[in-house]
């Protein structure tokens, strides 16, 4: 009932930036929240950034002011700008979003693929 379509990862420079997408589309009635995961080589799963609906925020200490979480409601769409990168943030960055859709009482947790992002040394 609800796809996300990831976007805009790759490979960064050293010092660089990335900003990812993830638009979320298909029977959706409202999404609370929005957020992005993270997931190194060797380490577990660990969420970085959420944003609700009324647009708080929140962040993982280890980012050091390098991540902005964003949301454009008209687009049902999350962003992650990520700047002066180093390649410890090298890691497969995953788009997770809670909807609520007509067809369920309760919000559901969504997905994306993953996109692994790449910081050279």
């Known amino acids: 009932q609800v796809q996300l379509v990831e976007s805009g990862g790759g490979l960064a420079q050293f010092g660089g930036s990335l900003r990812l997408s993830c638009a979320a589309s298909?029977?959706?009635?409202?999404?609370?929240?929005m957020a992005w995961y993270r997931q190194a080589p060797g380490k577990e799963r660990e969420l970085v950034a959420r944003?609700?609906?009324?647009?708080?925020?929140n962040y993982i200490d280890t980012v050091n002011g390098r991540f902005t979480i964003s949301r454009d409601n008209a687009k049902n769409t999350v962003y992650l700008q990520m700047i002066s990168l180093n390649p410890e943030y090298t890691a497969v960055y995953y788009c997770?979003?809670?909807?609520?859709?007509?067809?369920?009482?309760?919000?559901?947790?969504?997905w994306g693929k993953g996109t692994l992002d790449t910081v050279s040394s």
């Open positions: 997770n979003v809670e909807v609520r859709t007509p067809a369920h009482v309760n919000a559901m947790n969504y």
């Open positions: 298909g029977s959706i009635f409202s999404i609370p929240a």
């Open positions: 944003i609700t609906s009324g647009g708080g925020t």
